[in-house]
């Protein structure tokens, strides 16, 4: 299974808005909606932001929201701030009962 | 809360196995909601999924690493182990494991994550 794709790097100002795209195939993004985001800081775990696709986890900031058209999946994050600084990656469940992420995306905020 | 905490060898040579133990607490592992999997991420580098494990004892593995992993759970320890066979410097990387959502796969707890090294 190849690993979703995802830009290397995305970059914003304070208060602008983001987003971030995921790119899988039929087989995974396009055939479920269990896409889910992590946000991972250096030196720490991922933390789960965003899961079947659109849904935020209890204490997660609604800046934070998902969606998903055919193949690709996207991460929308709005009011940028500078502790969303950090590693962003999307994973979806596949046709095989495996798991894939993505390559990841590191987020510059400017 | 639940807390995950992983535990092994932080050195191992190549070509031997990698082995691993995820203890659980705060939570049950033979709840049926749940699966249980180890993913790592090499240095610099991002996250590749492993495999899981429901506690039934079924378990599914990653394509690319599945001829050399075994993953296995022991609920009476409620604890889940991880071993990787054959490994090389590739295999370098903190591992993760963490708590997935049956049938949807999403990772909602993790633990804090060890480092293994390959290396003579």
């Known amino acids: 299974q190849s690993a979703l794709t995802q830009p290397a790097s995305v970059s914003g100002s304070p208060g602008q808005s983001i987003i971030i795209s995921c790119t899988g195939t039929s087989s995974d993004v396009g055939d479920y909606n269990y896409v889910s985001w992590y946000e991972q800081h250096p030196g720490k775990a991922p933390k789960l932001i965003i899961y079947?696709?659109?849904n935020r986890p209890s204490g997660v900031s609604n800046r934070f929201s998902g969606s998903k058209s055919g193949n690709t999946a996207s991460l929308t994050i709005s009011g940028l701030q500078a502790e969303d600084e950090a590693d962003y990656y999307c994973?979806?469940?596949?046709?095989?009962?495996?798991?894939?992420f993505g390559g990841g995306t590191k987020l510059a905020v400017l | 809360q639940l807390q995950l905490q992983e535990s092994g060898s932080g050195l191992v040579k190549p070509s031997q196995t990698l082995s691993l133990t995820c203890a659980v607490s705060g939570g049950s592992i033979s709840s049926g909601d749940y699966s249980w999997s180890w993913i790592r991420q090499p240095p610099g580098k991002g996250l590749e999924w492993i495999g899981y494990i429901y506690h039934s004892g079924i378990t599914y593995y990653n394509p690319s690493l599945k001829s050399r992993v075994t993953i296995s759970v022991d609920r009476s320890k409620n604890q889940f182990s991880l071993k990787l066979s054959s490994v090389s410097a590739a295999d370098t990387a903190v591992y993760y494991c963490a708590r997935g959502r049956v049938a949807a796969g999403y990772f909602d707890y993790w633990g804090q994550g060890t480092l293994v090294t390959v290396s003579s």
């Open positions: 079947n696709v659109n």
């Open positions: 994973s979806s469940y596949t046709s095989t009962n495996t798991l894939v």
